[in-house]
């Protein structure tokens, strides 16, 4: 009853909520970008949803769109903002990500999105993290986020799925609030630590 209806009805009026209480934080970090980074302060991805259905992930643009002499974009280290490490640390980069929930691309909570590229990579045990929506925040990013390593956080996602509840979902959106505010762990992955390098040695 909770996994097929009360999660999606949670998710869309909380979501709702959540955008109109937290639009003028939004619209704040929108104009910050706009005058500190430049460029469109979004950013559009790509990734496997529900049933492994592909849409397009919102997030505040955390790097510049800096280019090499050959035309070719820096490495992902050199175009980091100083303001986008700010909203990455603070995790408001995370917030369009609201507009998904929404629509019902995304749950609040569940295995969070990875690559479309990274489709090829997962076993039969770990396809099953697509039999469910993708969250903002899921199990492995409470259990330690990037501190785990790939086989642990796809895991983290199996078991989330199997156990899935609203009560492990209040635990994960409680840690999660706690985690924002912890500056001891790093919010985000570098691009080198990707699932196709972990895995196209073992396949």
Known sequence: MYRNYIKRIFDFVCSLMALVLLSPI????FFCLICFQGGNPFFFQPRP???????RII??????NKKDENGKLLHDDLRLTNIGKFIRRT???ELPQLINV????MSFVGPRPLRVRYLPFYTNEEKVRHLVRP????LAQVSGRNAITWDERLQKDIE???NLNFLLDFKILVYT????FKTSETNFAKESDSLDEHRKFMI
């Open 135 to 138: 969250g903002i925040t899921g």
């Open 49 to 55: 949803g529900l049933n492994e259905k592909v849409f």
């Open 91 to 93: 995790s408001l980069d």
């Open 59 to 64: 997030k505040f643009r955390s790097m510049s």
């Open 26 to 29: 939004m619209v704040l970090v």
């Open 160 to 162: 989330y799925v199997q």
């Open 102 to 105: 929404v629509k019902g691309e």
């Open 177 to 180: 609030v706690f985690k924002i």
